[in-house]
């Protein structure tokens, strides 16, 4: 006797296994391995099991692709919580299995909603890629957002592909791979059942994927304008399980100046040490300070550092995860304090209710959040200052860009993902943030990635993972005159619109006939 909701053609069993299949693709596709072609079929198989089951059906299969894609995407958080927040392998695994699970509601969602709409007469080609597109929105601003292995990601190596991040952000990168998908479904079940092939879907498809990489082409082509700027990025390479301990501030001083200075061979170079180089408080020590502000003049170059700092508002002391610029005659002018924090990194969200909750990552107390995006003014134009995970964040980096930053400066702590592919992740989705603000941007990272991406996308430069190292170049500071920084997610709005009249549709229809 078939079970409620079972459906001729595949046994209940068997698509689950395709929904884990995708899972399985679509996780792949991210760095590592970065198999990129992947994800442009990565939803066949679960497609395939959807086909023709009830909503409810279609739910339970859409998490089950999902919880296996960010399972495999995300694995690297146990490394974090285990080695780094100190926690049992049993509870780091029942958290980082919590998150997966919460993630996985989204393609959930998607899939529930794509098969009410397939009920209404509505194609999946007209509502999976707009649902798609609408569940990353919401997912990057929700419970303070995490974007993280958003499906254009994927492709951030495909760069006449990606260029058109400048008129709709990563988002409409997932819309065309999420279209694709559609189309290679409907392909594979005509070729199973020995049917026409969808001509026209195929043609629309190719029409899409044409005007993207003339679009992409005509993009790289363009010639960049704007003043040149030396940089150079220094990769301290700091342990992290000594990185705060203040036994070690004198090494950590030590190594950052001897790589400054073998690095930096000319005046008015634009030196970035990573996120809290300088692990204690750049204001209250000011011996260290000193060395620093005297490196900067004795080299004649602007310096950034990342170091906590500490803010007094009456009673209330804020502390922040700041950067402070040092120009080249050595004077302090400028500090940007990060905006986005990282939950239960920095900070322990509802702590009050929550006091026994401790933070993952050593360092200082509790983080406060910056007030503003506060552009540094160097000696050759403004520089956007990211913090660590705020460069997965697009609103942040417009934010900076739309205040007159011609250069984004990423400075991060990656050593407590280990040696694992969250760096290279990290990386990916910085390449987007050049590209959607049509602006270079640089990465100093304690133990790597650091790297330099142009405006298009290009990675000019990578160090390796857990070495000492300095990487110098020359970038062509930017305009930021794209229209996505002066627009913003319009794209993403508009599919976000378009899912609350599919929704609408789908739900009124059903009202009506009952």
Request: net charge positive; with cysteine; glycine share 10%.
């Amino acid at each position: 006797m078939r079970k409620k909701g079972a459906i001729p053609g595949w046994p209940a069993a068997g698509r689950y296994l395709l929904a884990v299949a995708s899972g399985v693709m679509l996780a792949l596709s991210f760095p590592k391995p970065a198999i990129s072609a992947l994800a442009w079929f990565a939803f066949v198989p679960l497609l395939t099991a959807a086909a023709g089951v009830y909503p409810k059906v279609a739910l339970r299969l859409g998490f089950a692709a999902g919880f296996t894609a960010y399972a495999g995407i995300l694995y690297w958080l146990n490394i974090v919580m285990t080695t780094y927040g100190k926690l049992p392998l049993a509870a780091s695994g029942a958290l980082y299995l919590v998150l997966a699970a919460y993630l996985a509601l989204y393609p959930a969602l998607v899939m529930w909603l794509v098969r009410r709409c397939e009920m209404r007469k509505i194609s999946a080609l007209c509502s999976f890629p707009v649902l798609w597109v609408a569940g990353e929105l919401i997912r990057s601003y929700l419970l303070t957002g995490f974007p993280w292995a958003n499906l254009g990601y994927s492709q951030y190596r495909t760069l006449p592909l990606i260029q058109i991040s400048d008129l709709t952000g990563v988002y409409g990168v997932s819309f065309l791979v999420a279209f694709a998908n559609v189309v290679m479904y409907r392909i594979w079940i005509s070729m199973r059942r020995r049917q026409p092939y969808p001509v026209r879907e195929l043609l629309l498809l190719l029409v899409l994927l044409t005007g993207t990489v003339g679009y992409g082409l005509d993009a790289l082509n363009r010639v960049e304008k704007g003043p040149l700027q030396r940089v150079l990025m220094v990769q301290g390479n700091i342990p992290q399980d000594v990185k705060w301990d203040p036994a070690f501030q004198e090494s950590t001083v030590r190594t950052y100046e001897r790589l400054t200075r073998k690095g930096c061979q000319t005046g008015g170079t634009l030196v970035v040490w990573p996120e809290s180089a300088l692990p204690f408080y750049f204001q209250g020590e000011p011996a260290y300070a000193a060395r620093v502000k005297s490196l900067a003049a004795e080299l004649k170059s602007c310096l950034v550092t990342g170091s906590p700092a500490i803010e007094k508002e009456g009673e209330l002391v804020r502390y922040l995860n700041s950067a402070f610029l040092i120009s080249p005659t050595g004077a302090v002018t400028g500090r940007s304090d990060k905006l986005h924090l990282v939950p239960f990194g920095e900070y322990v969200p509802l702590s009050a209710l929550f006091p026994f909750v401790n933070k993952l990552v050593a360092g200082i107390g509790d983080f406060s959040p910056g007030k503003a995006a506060v552009p540094l003014q160097t000696t050759v134009g403004k520089i956007g200052v990211l913090v660590c995970f705020e460069g997965i964040f697009p609103e942040v980096a417009r934010a900076y860009v739309s205040a007159g930053a011609g250069m984004l400066v990423n400075i991060t702590n990656d050593a407590w993902f280990g040696r694992s592919s969250a760096p290279y992740q990290h990386l990916s989705m910085t390449v987007f943030r050049a590209v959607e603000n049509r602006v270079p941007l640089v990465r100093a990272a304690n133990t790597g990635i650091s790297s330099v991406i142009d405006s298009k996308g290009h990675i000019r430069g990578m160090t390796p993972l857990f070495e000492e190292a300095t990487l110098g170049a020359e970038v062509r500071t930017g305009t930021g005159g794209s229209f996505y920084n002066r627009h913003g997610d319009v794209f993403a709005l508009v599919c976000l619109a378009g899912s609350i009249l599919l929704s609408v549709v789908a739900f009124r229809k059903k009202s009506a006939r009952r």
